[in-house]
């Protein structure tokens, strides 16, 4: 089993609509998660820190459930200047940060 | 400006020969990365280093090796050994709270 694992995707989906990512991981003493958006032959920019009372950043809400081990995304409203791949990581310890493969979005007018 | 700094952008070898690429940061983070990424793929780790002189395998370290003599500078090498060197690496350091700040990455090619 990999140590974290996202749907590929692609999730298409029509501007305005709310999409959701899951990304699950592996080790249950993870510590720390995060989601970062990567656009075409870029290099990853963080989107968001997850916290375990979940948090909120305008149309993005990130959420954990530690006894499912999985992170998620959630976007409402989406723009089509959110298409991106979405990539979500995980501390494993030690500070060793693993990254999911991508999840890919693409909202179409 | 604070940042990672990676260079060369674009690198071109061919087979056999080995090759460096340089990753400088001027954050002060104590934590650095190699990832490397391939078309549509997501990020692999390579090697990480916590703290100057100490650095850990990643996931995908065969063919490749690191250096941590200073705390601005984690410098990695594709060796020969590395089967399938062609791809877009990225450099990254990291907050205490596991924030990960990246350099543009460098594209190497193998002809």
């Known amino acids: 089993r990999k140590e974290v694992e996202q749907d590929p995707g692609p999730f298409n989906v029509p501007e305005g609509a709310t999409v959701a990512f899951n990304c699950t991981y592996s080790?249950?003493?993870?510590?720390?998660f995060f989601w970062y958006r990567q656009d075409c032959r870029k290099e990853p920019k963080l989107l968001m820190s997850?916290?375990?009372s979940g948090n909120e950043d305008g149309r993005f809400t990130a959420q954990l459930n530690r006894a499912s081990q999985y992170i998620s995304l959630l976007i409402r409203d989406s723009k089509l200047s959110d298409s991106a791949t979405y990539l979500c990581v995980v501390n494993m310890g030690g500070n060793k940060l693993v990254f999911g493969a991508g999840t890919i979005l693409r909202v179409k007018s | 400006d604070g940042g990672i700094t990676q260079s060369p952008k674009y690198l071109f070898r061919k087979e056999g020969q080995n090759v460096t690429l340089s990753c400088e940061q001027n954050l002060n983070h104590d934590a650095m990365y190699w990832y490397r990424q391939d078309p549509g793929q997501g990020l692999r780790l390579i090697y990480y280093s916590q703290i100057v002189n100490d650095f850990q395998k990643g996931d995908i370290a065969e063919g490749y090796s690191v250096s941590r003599e200073k705390k601005e500078s984690f410098p990695l090498t594709v060796t020969s050994a590395q089967k399938n060197p062609t791809a877009f690496y990225l450099c990254a350091s990291s907050t205490q709270g596991g924030e990960l700040f990246f350099g543009e990455g460098s594209r190497l090619t193998v002809l």
């Open positions: 080790n249950s003493a993870s510590q720390s």
């Open positions: 997850v916290y375990s």
